[in-house]
T-cell receptor, first 113, second 112 residues
Framework: NAGVTQTPKFRVLKTGQSMTLLCAQD?????MYWYRQDPGMGLRLIHY???????AKGEVPDGYNVSRLKKQNFLLGLESAAPSQTSVYFC????????????FGSGTRLTVV | SQQGEEDPQALSIQEGENATMNCSYK?????LQWYRQNSGRGLVHLIL?????REKHSGRLRVTLDTSKKSSSLLITASRAADTASYFC????????????FGKGTTLSVSS
């Protein structure tokens, strides 16, 4: 019962580098989400997807892109990393939307230097 | 901008005491959810309360919802050291109900 798996768990990037964070869920959930968590800021929604092939912007989408080519995977990309993107990134999934709780991954700690 | 705001930001109690944390939100909701986050871990869903419910229980957790005041409270009874964590309320991003947005959380410390 893996639930939501995020890879990698830690990463250090140099400013301007690109990378992709992978989120995989094995619960057949329709909805998937990417959040970032910064000290004192709580969680902020970056992008989300309500099904395979769909994506939508959240509260703080700038500087990020996402793709949901397969139902079980949701990828978060940083094309040109900036120090302001240093954060802990959490992926979550839910069976549907509003009437279901979310299952979260354990997070990816990203540092941009 | 965050829909829900928790209060207090931090709370320290002794084992066996009750812990109460509050959440205020700005717009109308279909439901409100509470989550727990242990240090260095992902969030764990605790309880969901719908807008037509006033109170809900789950084990030692009791959640109330007052839609007229746009507020909710989470009560943890007979706290244990293992309850030490951050607690977040979450409400819907939009009327379509497609995503949750979270408050900044209440950090609870339970000492033995």
């Amino acid at each position: 019962n893996a639930g939501v798996t995020q890879t990698p768990k830690f990463r250090v990037l140099k400013t301007g580098q690109s990378m992709t964070l992978l989120c995989a869920q094995d619960m057949n959930h329709e909805y998937m989400y990417w959040y970032r968590q910064d000290p004192g800021m709580g969680l902020r929604l970056i992008h989300y997807s309500v099904g395979e092939g769909t994506t939508a912007k959240g509260e703080v989408p700038d500087g990020y892109n996402v793709s949901r080519l397969k139902k079980q995977n949701f990828l978060l990309g940083l094309e040109s990393a900036a120090p302001s993107q240093t954060s802990v990134y959490f992926c979550a999934s839910s069976l549907m939307g509003q009437n279901y709780g979310y299952t979260f991954g354990s997070g990816t700690r990203l540092t941009v230097v | 901008s965050q829909q829900g705001e928790e209060d207090p930001q931090a709370l320290s109690i002794q084992e066996g005491e009750n812990a109460t944390m509050n959440c205020s939100y700005k717009t109308s909701i279909n439901n409100l959810q509470w989550y727990r986050q242990n240090s260095g871990r992902g969030l764990v869903h605790l309880i969901l309360i719908r807008s037509n419910e006033r109170e809900k229980h789950s084990g030692r957790l009791r959640v109330t919802l007052d839609t007229s005041k746009k507020s909710s409270s989470l009560l943890i009874t007979a706290s244990r050291a293992a309850d030490t964590a951050s607690y977040f309320c979450a409400t819907l991003l939009n009327q379509a109900g497609t995503a949750l947005i979270f408050g900044k959380g209440t950090t609870l410390s339970v000492s033995s």
